[in-house]
């Protein structure tokens, strides 16, 4: 019987034909879709192509009409792009990693019509992660049930009290045992008693001064060392009295201190500064926030070792031996953009855009330039000499860029809006792996801003400021590492803001105080008697004083 | 079900020597427990269709040792990471790693490689096994099988008839 099976190797060699005549014919549709899908998740909103168009040879890529929706107003684009095309060197293909010579990225167009729709039902995941985390209410302090957060608070005046207690206890027993009336008396007095003795003898005979001069050191000796030891209680005592002092103190302050505790944990720690912050903070401010979300996807790859990196992909772990080809598995070496619109234009290139970035070799650049009614440029240069060193500078400007639609920031009332305005914006700074220093300066002038409807009270005064105003300006300075940026933000909506909910909240959070302040005095009882403390001090000077000023009369005597 | 039983009995019951049915269940195995789109997954198909190995049985093992592969796919990881660190063997797997059939294989993968090396060994068990099972079931079982109504009632039915032709 024959072993091989002739029809075999040829069903074998037509089923691989098969396949890669699948794969030359769906090839575009799985581009398209896998872009689709990425992008959609990346934007928040629908990203649409018309058509990819696959060549073999060379293998180059060309996808025609790509369209991002924009995830705040759907029915028009973010972008739009009428032609992305590129060639991939086959050679680095080989070896798994995408080369692209230059990538030309042209019609690029802002804030296109849609014909339909934009939005994801339900819209993406991470997006409704971080509307969760937007909602944010001021504290309603008038409806704050004051009696069960005292009961239920670990009131710092309850437990400096017990400690109090604790150590005049303490106190009260080792002084009592230092100063046992008894003892010390009978000590005294057997001294006094012993003076007297000798005293009688000198008078009797003069010459018994000399016989006596041993029991006369002896007595001089033992007054020596009841005055030292005087002397010891002496400066415990003062010890012992600054401590419970101290300690009678901290109960005194420590209804404020509650107070000021309990404040805290409601944010009004800080007061109106302390709202403000959390109001206009990265959590709750779109631009900031996808700022954050842009910067925390640019962590560094795990540093090289003597051992094989593992990384975690969907295929599983990837262990990463050491690559002798030596160039990024994905690499841009030039890319082209140009895009124009009735009221701008657009033109930018950049360079050694790669990942890993650090295997290019070169800088990477991208230069872009916009103008129009107004003008704005960006110039980012990105060097990394190896994983663990990165140096980026970014330069970035706008002026007088009109603006319309823009979404400010959210509250639970929904999104306030920038229906029209001039922006003028600086954007500078250094990131490196350690550190970023950026700082952003927004101004926006002559602002329309369209807020949520149904508005009352402090927001409704505040929309009305802000409309009121010929500038808004927000700087933004970001500091820390990529891994915990932290955010300083100085803005003017701020002030608008306090006076907005300023005295009202000032109001509130004083009836507040007063409540709290009552309900923590029935809490830990009367503090006006804290004098009975330190009492008992009095009496142990005294009874010290006395015990040494008989010695001394002794001493001088002898 | 019946169609899965037919197909095997079928097999079971052929001339066939049982060298083919054993290298039929090892390949499933391999292709089975391993990722199906890897590239050594070629050779095995290749192999399949080369040699006079029996399809019906590779067939019905493949989704077996699929499901097989599914639940142990976490113990694939585990052996796999061991291998691709066992650092006497690290220079040899960057060798490999820098060839395009090893850039190609995925084998740096750990479910990969373990998944691979794990069916590899069981295919050196699952070989003489299946042999022996073969030749036992053909020398003490047939008869007494042929007699089970189950048997019968599939041999008399359309499916037996269609894998018989």
Same mark, same amino acid.
């Not at chain 2, 019906?56 to 093992?61: P, T």
């Given at each position: 019987?024959?072993?091989?099976?002739?029809?075999?190797?040829?069903?074998f060699?037509?089923?691989?034909?098969?396949?890669?005549?699948?794969?030359?014919?769906?090839?575009?549709?799985?581009?398209?879709?896998?872009?689709?899908a990425t992008?959609t998740?990346?934007?928040?909103a629908k990203?649409?192509?018309d058509?990819?168009?696959?060549?073999?040879?060379?293998?180059?890529?060309?996808?025609?009409? #790509?369209?991002?929706a924009?995830?705040?107003?759907p029915?028009?684009?973010?972008?739009?792009?009428?032609?992305?095309?590129?060639?991939?060197?086959?050679?680095?293909?080989?070896?798994?990693?995408?080369?692209?010579?230059e990538?030309?990225?042209?019609?690029?167009?802002?804030?296109?019509?849609?014909?339909?729709?934009?939005?994801?039902?339900?819209?993406?995941?991470?997006?409704?992660?971080?509307n969760?985390?937007?909602?944010?209410?001021?504290?309603e302090l008038?409806?704050?049930?004051v009696?069960?957060?005292?009961e239920?608070?670990? #009131?710092?005046?309850?437990k400096?009290?017990?400690?109090? &207690?604790?150590?005049?206890?303490?106190l009260?027993q080792?002084?009592?045992?230092?100063?046992?009336?008894?003892?010390?008396?009978?000590?005294? @007095?057997?001294?006094?008693?012993e003076?007297?003795?000798?005293?009688? =003898? *000198?008078?009797?005979?003069?010459?018994?001064?000399? *016989?006596? =001069?041993?029991?006369?050191?002896?007595?001089?000796?033992?007054?020596?060392?009841?005055?030292?030891?005087?002397?010891?209680?002496?400066?415990k005592?003062?010890?012992d009295? @600054?401590?419970?002092?101290?300690?009678?103190k901290?109960? =005194?302050?420590?209804?404020?201190?509650?107070? $000021?505790?309990i404040?805290?944990?409601?944010?009004?720690?800080?007061?109106?500064?302390? #709202?403000?912050?959390?109001?206009? !903070?990265?959590?709750?401010?779109?631009?900031?926030?996808?700022?954050?979300?842009?910067?925390?996807?640019l962590?560094a790859?795990p540093?090289s070792?003597? @051992?094989?990196m593992?990384?975690?992909?969907?295929?599983?772990?990837?262990?990463?031996?050491?690559?002798?080809?030596?160039?990024?598995?994905?690499?841009?070496?030039?890319?082209?953009?140009?895009?124009?619109?009735?009221?701008?234009?657009?033109?930018? $290139?950049?360079s050694?855009?790669?990942y890993f970035?650090?295997?290019?070799?070169?800088?990477?650049k991208?230069?872009?330039?916009?103008?129009?009614?107004?003008?704005?440029?960006?110039?980012l240069?990105?060097?990394?000499?190896?994983?663990q060193?990165m140096?980026?500078?970014?330069?970035?400007?706008?002026?007088?860029w009109?603006l319309?639609d823009?979404?400010?920031?959210?509250?639970? &009332?929904?999104?306030?809006?920038?229906?029209?305005?001039?922006l003028?914006?600086?954007?500078? !700074?250094?990131?490196?792996?350690?550190?970023? $220093?950026?700082?952003?300066?927004?101004?926006?002038?002559?602002?329309?801003?369209?807020?949520?409807?149904?508005?009352? !009270?402090?927001?409704e005064?505040l929309?009305?400021?802000?409309?009121?105003?010929?500038?808004?300006s927000?700087?933004?300075?970001?500091?820390?590492?990529?891994?915990?940026?932290?955010?300083?933000? =100085?803005?003017?909506? @701020?002030?608008l803001f306090? $006076?907005?909910?300023g005295k009202k909240?000032?109001?509130? *959070?004083?009836?507040?105080?007063?409540?709290?302040?009552?309900?923590?005095?029935?809490?830990?009882?009367?503090l006006?008697?804290?004098?009975q403390?330190?009492?008992?001090?009095?009496?142990?000077?005294?009874?010290?004083?006395?015990?040494?000023e008989l010695?001394?009369?002794?001493?001088?005597?002898? | 079900?019946?169609?899965?039983?037919?197909?095997?009995?079928?097999?079971?019951?052929?001339?066939?020597?049982?060298n083919?049915? %054993?290298m039929a269940?090892?390949?499933? %195995?391999?292709?089975?427990?391993?990722?199906?789109?890897?590239?050594?997954?070629?050779?095995?198909?290749?192999? %399949?269709l080369?040699?006079?190995?029996?399809?019906?049985?590779?067939?019905?093992?493949?989704?077996?040792?699929?499901?097989?592969?599914?639940?142990?796919?976490?113990?694939?990881?585990?052996?796999?990471?061991s291998?691709?660190?066992?650092? %006497?063997?690290?220079?040899?797997w960057?060798?490999?790693?820098?060839?395009?059939?090893?850039?190609?294989?995925?084998?740096?993968?750990?479910?990969?490689?373990?998944s691979?090396?794990?069916?590899?060994?069981?295919?050196?068990?699952?070989?003489?096994?299946?042999?022996?099972?073969?030749?036992?079931?053909?020398?003490?079982?047939?008869a007494?099988?042929?007699?089970?109504?189950?048997?019968r009632?599939?041999?008399?039915?359309?499916?037996?008839?269609l894998?018989s032709?």
């Amino acid at each position: 019987m024959k072993i091989i099976r002739l029809w075999g190797v040829i069903a074998f060699f037509v089923l691989v034909l098969l396949v890669v005549a699948a794969w030359y014919l769906l090839a575009p549709s799985l581009i398209k879709s896998g872009i689709e899908a990425t992008g959609t998740e990346v934007v928040g909103a629908k990203v649409e192509i018309d058509e990819v168009k696959l060549s073999l040879f060379p293998l180059g890529v060309e996808i025609k009409q #790509l369209q991002a929706a924009d995830p705040d107003s759907p029915m028009s684009n973010l972008v739009e792009v009428g032609l992305i095309k590129f060639a991939v060197d086959s050679d680095a293909l080989m070896w798994k990693k995408i080369q692209i010579d230059e990538l030309n990225i042209s019609d690029i167009q802002l804030g296109t019509s849609r014909n339909s729709s934009g939005a994801i039902p339900g819209g993406r995941a991470t997006e409704q992660l971080s509307n969760e985390i937007a909602t944010i209410d001021l504290p309603e302090l008038s409806q704050q049930d004051v009696k069960s957060m005292v009961e239920e608070a670990d #009131l710092l005046t309850v437990k400096r009290l017990n400690t109090l &207690d604790t150590t005049q206890q303490r106190l009260n027993q080792e002084w009592k045992k230092a100063l046992d009336s008894d003892a010390n008396k009978a000590r005294v @007095e057997s001294l006094e008693d012993e003076f007297k003795r000798l005293t009688e =003898r *000198a008078k009797d005979n003069k010459l018994n001064l000399i *016989a006596d =001069r041993k029991d006369w050191k002896k007595l001089n000796k033992a007054i020596d060392k009841e005055r030292d030891n005087i002397k010891t209680l002496n400066n415990k005592f003062k010890q012992d009295k @600054e401590l419970l002092a101290t300690q009678v103190k901290a109960v =005194r302050n420590g209804p404020e201190d509650d107070l $000021d505790a309990i404040m805290n944990n409601m944010g009004l720690g800080n007061g109106i500064d302390g #709202l403000s912050d959390r109001f206009l !903070g990265p959590e709750v401010t779109p631009w900031l926030r996808k700022a954050l979300d842009a910067m925390s996807g640019l962590q560094a790859e795990p540093s090289s070792s003597e @051992e094989a990196m593992v990384y975690s992909t969907d295929k599983g772990l990837r262990v990463q031996f050491k690559d002798e080809q030596l160039f990024p598995d994905v690499l841009i070496k030039k890319v082209n953009l140009s895009g124009k619109d009735q009221n701008w234009s657009l033109s930018g $290139d950049g360079s050694n855009l790669g990942y890993f970035p650090w295997l290019v070799g070169q800088p990477a650049k991208l230069e872009l330039a916009m103008s129009g009614q107004g003008s704005a440029n960006l110039s980012l240069h990105s060097e990394w000499q190896n994983a663990q060193t990165m140096n980026t500078k970014i330069d970035s400007n706008v002026d007088q860029w009109p603006l319309k639609d823009f979404q400010l920031m959210e509250t639970s &009332d929904g999104a306030w809006m920038v229906n029209s305005g001039q922006l003028d914006s600086n954007l500078n !700074g250094k990131l490196t792996l350690e550190s970023i $220093d950026l700082n952003l300066s927004l101004k926006l002038n002559q602002p329309k801003i369209n807020s949520p409807a149904n508005l009352s !009270g402090w927001q409704e005064t505040l929309a009305e400021s802000l409309n009121q105003q010929s500038q808004l300006s927000i700087d933004v300075a970001v500091t820390g590492s990529l891994q915990e940026p932290q955010f300083k933000i =100085r803005s003017s909506i @701020e002030n608008l803001f306090k $006076d907005a909910i300023g005295k009202k909240l000032k109001q509130q *959070a004083e009836k507040l105080k007063s409540k709290f302040s009552e309900e923590i005095s029935a809490k830990v009882g009367d503090l006006g008697d804290l004098d009975q403390y330190t009492k008992n001090f009095d009496q142990w000077k005294e009874q010290l004083k006395s015990s040494d000023e008989l010695l001394e009369k002794l001493k001088v005597k002898i | 079900m019946l169609t899965v039983l037919a197909k095997l009995l079928k097999a079971l019951n052929s001339e066939q020597s049982p060298n083919q049915l %054993a290298m039929a269940v090892c390949l499933a %195995a391999i292709l089975g427990l391993t990722p199906l789109m890897s590239l050594h997954n070629i050779f095995v198909v290749l192999i %399949a269709l080369w040699f006079r190995v029996n399809l019906s049985i590779l067939i019905v093992s493949y989704p077996l040792f699929a499901l097989l592969g599914y639940l142990l796919s976490p113990v694939f990881e585990s052996v796999g990471l061991s291998i691709l660190q066992a650092q %006497a063997l690290v220079p040899m797997w960057e060798s490999f790693f820098n060839t395009v059939i090893g850039r190609w294989s995925n084998f740096y993968f750990s479910g990969v490689i373990g998944s691979l090396i794990i069916a590899v060994a069981s295919g050196v068990v699952l070989f003489p096994a299946t042999r022996i099972a073969v030749a036992q079931y053909r020398a003490k079982w047939l008869a007494k099988f042929d007699q089970f109504k189950v048997t019968r009632m599939l041999k008399a039915s359309k499916f037996w008839q269609l894998y018989s032709d």
